[in-house]
């Protein structure tokens, strides 16, 4: 095969012309039906295609390479002027006009600018998308043009059909084929659009390319020239125009309004931006699409629902199946509602399906919609059908930010159960674990799981407020009261204010079980912390949480432990000054109170042993040295003497389950406060203690029928923080006995409001029972 | 393995049903047909049901049932306790299809059709494939264009099951 030199028009024109039969998108190979289909276009003798294509070597080779494709094309041009095929005259042909073929863009485009003069009644049609010049699928659809062919007669406005937009562009197709096939069959009519088009033609120089190329044909060379000329900014619209189906259909000298105007322009402008996406969507057009879109939908962020959308795109009287076929390109997510970005795409591939282009198997990525609303969202260019569900990655999202949703459901799981399980798995203070777990999504595991990560060490003024607001919120006002009055007692010491700033945050967001396993940790480093430095109770940055848990345990894990420890390190100003710690406690009872019924018994323990031993523990203080000593007698004399003084108020109370556990736990809290107290006298060696003392503490609470671990610590830790009860009997008795009367107040407020969570509790249960039973009862008529 | 899958509509009539093995089409259509009688056995037996997911799938319909066999050629064998002439029985082949219903909550009906002579599919993997069914099912309806009760004529249904029974196979 000879070598070909091409003209730089001519090449653009065959390169167009190539990307016009790649259907495969080969980029190598033109497919074989388009480029027989081109070559009938060129209105050649059949005999004279079959020589064309053995010359340029297709049928050696079985299909059209570029450099046969270009050659076949060259000698289309050379037997349509004429001369006779030769191989030789590839390059021999000097000023060989390009090849034309009869159905092609040319003429399509000749149509076009010949339409001018005539749209003016054609406003709408402004907005109309012209023909897509990047499309480089062309197909030619003889039926379909057929199908609009029977409507020109009547129409020279521009609307067809009551849809708007498509219609207008085939229209305006079907009248420039018109005008075209007339061009080709009678030379009349083309003549008078010729003189209408011509004027045109030269008000628009660049579109007019293809009006230019039909006409070159039949016009006088100079018509040609500025074809040949034009072309190089041309090429790409024409090649990309669909071929129009050329059928000849009656002439309609009707001239195009300006739809072609805009729509040459239009073609211009996608020619220039360049014809390798054939599916892109220039702004003219997105523009007119998100017009539409308004008229069906005003809130451009919403959604067209699937029923609107049929309506809508019926109009175009594309068959259904194709309709069905772009809806399910379109619609991304697959919700059956059309976002803007699907609206756009669908109109899109409207638009292509009329003028002629084939749909393609898959969404093009130029239409693929933008999910721009998530954060993780990733286009997937894939429009696998078998995604289902998972379709839409982007757009479904579950991720969709978790941390505001877990934010926001925070204070449930607070108060769900399975929260539990995981608050104690967690090895920092109580409020750094609310924090750490709003990060975290422990309803939703498959969501994204972020690092937690601790916002706030220390307790804040908005913790306490969370927890007063808690507290309040809760309905136990009583038991607030008590605890509200616990810390102005205790602002008296720096430290235990502090301190009992860290317990009440602690206690406010700790609950039940989960304070138990915390605070117990956190009580041990607060004591450390208050042991080595006074001073850093303030900060106790680290989890403060409520020290008096962990004292509870100790002090009732081991009187003799806390005896021990005691007499080894009598520390009374420390002691004292650790006491501080133990004071916090008193507020942790309350969102032990607060939490599931389960706790509830624990909470009215540990609120009632709270204020108990706060109250003590601040007229203790000063006792506290004489705490071990106490701590035995506590333990023999303690019991008897709580014993005495809780039967009378416990029977006052409300007798309540808790209120036998609740004695022995108080007596067991006083101990463990002395323990706690001890232990934190201890400073640093605090931690290990507490850790012997709260099992020893939770076997004795296993022992006691009811004794939980958290309330018991609770009641522990308050009683250890007592330093209380001990030693000058005279002086503490009476303290004792104030403090015995406020804990049975908040014994009674407690064991009513756990009452009352179990009567709620019940309710719902009973509810939840119902609606079980009445779902049961419709569901069967779901099936009918 | 699936050799067949099938998309039967509420008064069924197949919405849809395609095989691999083109030329047995009929058997397989008949297959399902019959199938459908067990199909909606299982579905009276349940009764006031739950619309659980579980439930929508129906599991094997059939035990495995011989679908085809090709005897070859078959010799009598003689033997006698002393001396025995085996003569070999070849070439039996049996296809054992079996068939596995779902059934949605719009009492549609989804059948597949496996070919068990290979490895028998685990449940978890029909459970999977009915699964896909479903959605692709789903998308279909949520095309405004598709009436209910024509003929699913989605190319992404047909990719989807096409991949179906191309891995299965």
Known sequence: ?784 | MAVCIAVIAKENYPLYIRSVPVQNELKFHYTVHTSLDVVEEKISAVGKAMADQRELYLGLLYPTEDYKVYPSHMIIVYYTPVCMFFILIENILLYRHTRYGYVTNSKVKFVIVADSSNTSLRDNEIRSMFRKLHNSFTDVMCNPFYNPGDTIQSKAFDSMVSAMMVQAS
């Open chain 1, 1 to 784: 095969m000879e070598s070909l030199t091409l003209t730089d028009v001519e090449q653009k024109y065959y390169s167009d012309l190539f990307v016009y039969c790649d259907t495969d998108n080969t980029k190598k190979v033109a497919s074989n039906g388009k480029v027989l289909d081109l070559f009938r276009a060129a209105q050649l003798p059949s005999e004279v295609v079959l020589q064309i294509t053995e010359l340029c070597g297709a049928t050696r080779l079985g299909h059209f390479g570029r450099s046969q494709f270009y050659i076949a094309l060259k000698l289309i041009a050379v037997a349509q002027s004429g001369l006779p095929l030769r191989v030789e005259s590839l390059n021999s042909v000097k000023d060989l006009p390009l090849p034309r073929f009869v159905v092609a863009k040319n003429e399509q485009e000749a149509r076009h600018t010949a339409m001018y003069p005539d749209l003016e009644n054609q406003g709408p049609y402004q907005g109309v998308i012209p023909r897509p010049p990047g499309r480089g699928q062309v197909k030619k659809v003889h039926t379909f043009y057929l199908m609009f062919t029977p409507l020109q007669p009547d129409t020279t406005s521009p609307v067809v059909s009551p849809h708007q937009s498509p219609p207008t562009s085939p229209h305006a197709w079907r009248k420039h084929k018109r005008q075209a096939s007339g061009g080709n069959v009678e030379r009349p009519p083309v003549v008078v659009a010729g003189a209408v088009w011509t004027p045109f033609r030269e008000a628009q120089s660049g579109p007019v390319v293809v009006g230019d190329g039909m006409w070159s044909a039949h016009s006088p060379p100079p018509v040609q020239e500025s074809w040949v000329s034009l072309k190089d900014t041309y090429p790409p619209s024409s090649s990309k125009m669909p071929p129009m189906h050329l059928s000849p259909f009656q002439e309609n000298s009707s001239i195009r309004t300006v739809a072609s105007v805009t729509t040459a322009n239009e073609i211009q402008r996608q020619s220039s931006s360049g014809y390798d996406d054939p599916w892109k969507i220039t702004d003219e057009q997105r523009q007119y699409y998100i017009n539409q879109f308004k008229t069906i939908q005003p809130d451009l962020n919403g959604f067209i629902p699937g029923s609107a959308a049929k309506e809508f795109f019926t109009k175009s009287k594309l068959p259904i199946l194709e309709l069905s076929h772009i809806w399910e390109l379109s619609d991304f997510d697959k919700d059956g509602a059309l976002t803007l970005d699907e609206f756009c795409a669908a109109f899109h591939l409207v638009v292509a399906r009329k003028n002629g282009y084939d749909l393609p198997e898959k969404l093009p990525e130029s239409l693929m919609p933008k999910l721009i609303d998530l954060d993780d969202s990733a286009e997937v260019p894939d429009q696998a059908p078998d995604v289902g569900y998972s379709g839409s990655p982007v757009e479904v999202t579950p991720n969709k930010s978790p941390m505001p949703s877990l934010n926001q459901t925070w204070p449930d799981l607070n108060q769900g159960n399975e929260q539990w399980e995981t608050f104690s798995e967690r090895s920092s203070s109580s409020q750094t674990l609310t924090q750490f777990d709003s990060n975290i999504a422990p309803a939703d595991p498959d969501t994204a799981i972020v690092h937690p990560v601790p916002i706030r060490m220390t307790p804040s003024k908005i913790h306490m407020q969370e927890m007063e607001l808690k507290r309040t919120g809760s309905d136990h006002t009583h038991p607030t009261s008590p605890l509200m009055a616990k810390p102005p007692e205790l602002s008296e010491e720096t430290k235990l204010a502090t301190s009992m700033k860290f317990v009440t945050a602690n206690s406010g967001k700790c609950q039940g079980m989960f304070h138990y396993h915390k605070e117990l940790r956190t009580i041990a480093v607060c004591r450390s912390n208050s042991g080595t430095s006074p001073e850093g109770l303030k900060v106790a940055a680290a989890p403060p949480p409520p020290p008096p848990r962990p004292n509870a345990s100790h002090s009732r894990s081991s009187s003799l432990d806390m005896n021990r420890n005691f007499a080894a390190h009598p520390t009374g100003p420390q002691q004292s000054g650790v006491v501080a710690c133990p004071p916090a406690i008193p507020p942790r009872p309350l969102p032990t109170q607060t939490s599931g019924p389960h706790s509830g018994h624990r909470s009215d323990e540990g609120l009632a042993a709270h204020s108990t031993t706060s109250p003590q523990q601040i007229p203790e203080q000063p006792n506290f040295a004489d705490f071990s000593q106490f701590q035995a007698f506590a333990a023999s004399d303690q019991p008897s003497d709580d014993g005495e003084k809780h039967p009378e108020s416990l029977p006052v109370e409300k007798s309540t389950e808790g209120a036998g556990p609740l004695r022995t736990v108080k007596i067991d809290n006083q101990e463990d406060r002395a323990a706690a107290t001890v232990n934190s006298a201890k400073g640093s060696i605090m931690a290990p203690p507490p850790k012997p003392v709260r099992r020893r503490l939770k076997s004795e609470d296993e022992l006691q029928d009811e004794a939980l671990p958290p309330k018991s610590n609770v009641i522990a830790t308050v009683l250890a923080t007592l330093p209380s009860i001990p030693r000058s009997v005279g002086k503490d008795k009476k303290a004792i006995q104030a403090s015995i009367r406020r804990n049975k107040e908040t014994n009674t407020v407690l064991a009513r409001l756990n009452s009352e969570l179990q009567q709620q509790l019940k309710d719902l249960l009973e509810e939840r029972i119902s609606l079980e039973v009445q779902l049961e009862q419709l569901r069967p008529f779901s099936h009918l």
